[in-house]
């Protein structure tokens, strides 16, 4: 297994669904033109349009929150360090207030932070001696890389990303946990890879939510499923809907509060208008997985069942 980023001159970033690696980072402008669109509702009370700017400004003070501001979404990067950081580490004071409602509180951030820890749980109680293990999108690919392979010293990990950036990220990681002479890092559209029965474990977070379009999924899931050999292992996750978008939601309200669920809702839906936005039930999911021939499927919620890890097996 080779040690070095695969480079593709012919692909295209433009094509990334979640950020914009060639983002016009005058967050000033971005800054007016999210204050011009949050003025022209005209049936937000002047109390509440006044809260909308002064959470912008604060947004633009840090670097997560101007990140956030110019590309409505998150790159591999800022999707690392937020699964990474460890709940409850930083102290009021320490950062902005609203920096620190972020990392510490939005119910969508220790969410995917919990979904983080049950795909390292899951992957490490899989792995086995041999095994070729697959990231897509890999980002820094940190669900495979922080893994123990102290048993499994021979384990093939393999990342394909769209982003440069990414792949970039992933060799750095592996060279920090000793793991680049395992690694082999492809620059490829998820959906235009070419690998036929070459994996035994593909995990991949982070891009169904991207993508609003059901038929996108399935094919998405069908490139998941020509990847793996027969017997290998899908696993992945999903966004459930919130209770006002769905009676199916199977939010737990009882595993976060009304502060901080609203604080989210104004951020990422009124202010941000993020991109991750595309919620799908356990069922729905389970008919995707299905629909290309996937089997077993089964569910790991998280305690708020906001990010739900599911786990499929291609018939062997």
Request: contains cysteine; hydrophobic residues 40%.
């Amino acid at each position: 297994m080779t040690n070095h980023v695969k480079r593709s001159p012919v692909i295209d970033s433009s094509r990334l669904i979640s950020h914009n690696v060639q983002a016009d980072f005058a967050t000033q402008r971005v800054v007016e033109a999210v204050k011009a669109r949050l003025r022209r509702d005209e049936n937000v009370p002047v109390a509440t349009l006044e809260h909308q700017l002064a959470l912008v400004d604060q947004l633009s003070r840090f670097e997560f929150g101007r990140f956030l501001l110019v590309n409505r979404g998150l790159d591999a990067y800022w999707t690392h360090r937020l699964v990474t950081h460890e709940t409850d580490s930083l102290r009021r004071g320490e950062v902005s207030e609203l920096e620190y409602l972020i990392f510490e509180r939005l119910p969508a951030v220790l969410a995917t932070r919990e979904r983080f820890k049950i795909f390292c749980r899951e992957l490490q109680a899989r792995l086995k001696p041999g095994l070729v293990l697959a990231s897509i999108p890999c980002g820094w690919m940190g669900d495979l890389l922080l893994l123990d392979y102290k048993s499994c010293s021979d384990v093939r990990l393999l990342g394909l990303d769209l982003d440069q950036n990414a792949l970039d990220g992933a060799l750095k990681l592996a060279n920090e946990r000793s793991l680049a002479r395992q690694i082999e890092l492809r620059r490829a559209d998820a959906w235009e890879m070419d690998l036929n029965a070459e994996v035994d474990i593909l995990t991949s977070n982070g891009l169904n939510i991207y993508e609003p379009d059901n038929e996108r999924v399935v094919s998405l899931y069908l490139k998941f499923f020509d990847a793996l050999r027969p017997g290998g292992q899908l696993v992945t996750s999903f966004l459930t809907p919130p209770p006002d978008l769905s009676d199916e939601s199977p939010w737990d309200m009882n595993a976060t509060t009304r502060s901080a669920l609203a604080l989210q809702q104004l951020l990422f839906v009124q202010i941000l208008e993020v991109k991750w936005s595309s919620f799908r039930t356990h069922s729905e999911t389970r008919v995707q997985l299905e629909r290309v021939g996937f089997r077993d499927v089964t569910f790991v919620n998280d305690r708020a069942c906001m990010f739900p890890t599911v786990i499929a097996r291609k018939p062997s």
